[in-house]
């Protein structure tokens, strides 16, 4: 079992920033690779950026690339999503998740971009970008 919790979120003008920390717990955080996703309201979550369990390789919804970046600090079980330049249209709740792929050595730099790739997902926490 995997217990992820987010934070960050917040209100915050358009061009503003904001980072959002998703914490693991359960199992060793290095066997995960990661990703964050977003729900707005009336819409399916929808991918926003992932990373390998190494953190060698990222990825980046077209809509994010060049705002937001990803990274992943394996001694504090934590990764992260580094947002700038918010627009309105970010708004939503923005959520982490886990996926095992430690049970090959080519996967340490894959990452994943659909949902149901994913085992586990935290709470998630919202975002709102006022114009």
């Known amino acids: 079992q995997v217990q992820l919790v987010e934070s960050g979120g917040g209100l915050v003008q358009t061009g503003g920033s904001l980072r959002l920390s998703c914490v693991a717990s359960g199992r060793t955080f290095s066997r995960f690779a990661m990703g964050w996703f977003r729900q707005a309201p009336g819409r399916e979550r929808e991918f926003v950026a992932a990373?390998?369990?190494?953190?060698?390789?990222?990825h980046y919804a077209d809509s994010v690339k060049g705002r937001f970046a990803i990274s992943r600090d394996n001694r504090e079980n934590t990764v992260y999503l580094q947002m700038n330049s918010l627009k309105p249209e970010d708004t939503a709740v923005y959520y982490c998740?886990?996926?095992?792929?430690?049970?090959?050595?080519?996967?340490?730099?894959?990452?994943?971009?659909?949902?149901?790739?994913?085992?586990?997902w935290g709470q998630g926490t919202q975002v709102t970008v006022s114009s």
């Open positions: 998740a886990s996926r095992d792929t430690s049970y090959a050595s080519y996967t340490v730099t894959s990452y994943y971009t659909e949902a149901g790739q994913y085992d586990y």
């Open positions: 990373i390998s369990r190494n953190g060698g390789s990222v």
